[in-house]
């Protein structure tokens, strides 16, 4: 990191350049940031130009009218240098609009070997708020000049272990509507870093609270609001929700414990996140589909013979997901995951309400589901989990349910690291057997012989011809031959 500063403070001659914000809190913090920030008197872009060419890095404009550009590091311990230029006349003027004491905090880039003797501070309590990390707002009008102020405190919550104070609060209380003129973009990657980490659930406790999660998520109003007679908990909806969401967060966080034969290859699944978006995980985005798993519920009411049913919710609720996903700017890939397992969150729960799952009904799972079923394991299991602390609650049941839930990811693993399956037939002996051409049907046939094989219905040639002939008429209907 000191070749960083060493660079920066050579290339500042004639300008003054600052350290400023978290850099310079967690120095304090005595923690690893991977991100420098500065502010410079003037000519931000030129010596942005400067110092991307010194460090042969990628200078991008992060906002134009702020005059802000952030320089993108190749390899080292550091990713980025983000500089802008002073919003003030002066660099403790600028600090005075800045969103917490903690980060209001600044020095002169000349001074890092002995930074604590030049410190520039625009409140007195920043040295205290940093010892007891503490959240507090520069001034009462920190959350008027950018709202999404608010939602960043959360998630310095969740990822640094800072507490917002009494103060803090009430004013996220008072100015929470206001976080509807935020960019969308903007609230999806600060809610997405929350959801990331491994305590969200006591965060999104305290933002609801606020009155915060009901503004950015006005779903979760409207689950409160629905009838609490006609669900289990006394909390109703939202309650079970709640519960379903921290306990998919509880079993995500202790993986060994759940499934002692497989956590191991779990974690590697789990912590797979290259095929989303910035900022968003796939821990988060099961978290956030076990919240919303029901969210269709109060629509799909229904009483048949004294009984209560929600049929289809599982359809419209993955619809009214993907609706909640759009409107934050999320990908399409991160819509169609959570979408698909609030679309399927029923499907184990019927598939193990015996507490055995067969060999042939857990490959066609496998099948349907692709590696989607282990997030969806951990959604039924936290669905499962939810209903602890009611006096009906079955623990036999709950614990029948969990060891078929194990014996599958098990059986799903062990599928996965077998040996690939000797061929028992191919085209050609189709074609000729069926006098058929070639064609998609051919891949469909291969296909069910494969299935019957995985299954143990089929080990040689004269048996694959037996299934082939039973399934050849509806086949042939369905490819129109």
Do not use: C
């Not at 952030?70 to 550091?78: F, H, Q, T, V, Y």
């Not at 009430?170 to 903007?186: C, H, P, T, Y």
């Not at 079970?240 to 202790?254: D, G, R, V």
Request: proline fraction near 2%; charged fraction near 30%.
């Amino acid at each position: 990191m000191n070749k960083f500063i060493e660079k920066i403070k050579e290339l500042s001659h004639g300008y003054e350049v600052y350290l400023v914000g978290g850099f310079v809190r967690d120095l304090f913090l005595k923690r690893q940031n991977e991100d420098i920030d500065l502010v410079i008197n003037k000519e931000s872009f030129k010596y942005s130009k400067k110092l991307a060419k010194a460090f042969k890095a990628k200078l991008i404009t992060l906002d134009e009218k702020t005059k802000t550009y952030r320089i993108i590091l190749k390899d080292g311990k550091i990713r980025y240098i983000d500089i802008s230029e002073f919003r003030a006349n002066t660099v403790k003027e600028d600090l005075q609009a800045r969103d917490f004491t903690i980060n209001a905090i600044a020095f002169n880039v000349k001074n890092f070997a002995n930074f604590k003797h030049h410190i520039i501070l625009p409140k007195k309590n920043t040295l205290k708020d940093l010892k007891t990390k503490t959240l507090n707002t520069v001034s009462s009008k920190s959350f008027k000049i950018d709202p999404l102020r608010m939602l960043r405190g959360f998630r310095f919550m969740a990822e640094h272990g800072f507490k917002l104070s009494k103060i803090s609060l009430k004013q996220i209380k008072s100015n929470s509507k206001l976080i509807r003129d935020v960019a969308k973009e903007r609230i999806k990657n600060e809610f997405s870093r929350i959801m990331a980490a491994n305590n969200a659930s006591k965060v999104l406790k305290i933002m609801d609270k606020a009155g915060l999660l009901g503004t950015v998520f006005p779903e979760s109003v409207k689950m409160k609001k629905s009838s609490k007679k006609h669900y289990y908990h006394k909390g109703g909806l939202f309650e079970h929700s709640f519960k379903t969401f921290e306990s998919a967060e509880n079993i995500l966080n202790n993986l060994k414990m759940y499934f002692p034969e497989n956590y191991i290859d779990l974690q590697k699944h789990f912590e797979a996140d290259s095929f989303f978006s910035e900022n968003v995980t796939r821990k988060g985005l099961i978290k956030f589909a076990a919240l919303f798993h029901d969210n269709a519920k109060p629509e799909t009411i229904s009483f048949q013979n004294g009984k209560m049913h929600f049929f289809g919710h599982e359809e419209k609720g993955s619809q009214k997901i993907k609706e909640i996903m759009s409107i934050l700017k999320f990908s399409k890939k991160d819509i169609e995951f959570s979408s698909f397992l609030v679309k399927h969150h029923m499907r184990l729960s019927t598939l193990t309400r015996n507490n055995v799952v067969t060999k042939k009904a857990a490959l066609k799972l496998f099948r349907d589901m692709g590696d989607s079923i282990l997030d969806l394991i951990v959604i039924s299991m936290a669905d499962w989990n939810s209903y602890k602390s009611l006096k009906f609650f079955s623990k036999g049941e709950l614990s029948l349910q969990e060891k078929s839930l194990r014996e599958l990811v098990k059986y799903y693993y062990d599928l996965k690291n077998a040996k690939p399956l000797e061929k028992i037939i191919d085209g050609n002996i189709i074609m000729k057997e069926f006098s058929l051409k070639p064609g998609p049907i051919i891949g469909q046939l291969l296909k069910n012989v494969l299935v019957a094989q995985e299954e143990g219905r089929v080990s040689n040639v004269k048996e694959a011809l037996e299934i082939i002939s039973l399934k050849l008429t509806r086949i042939k209907k369905k490819y129109k031959i």
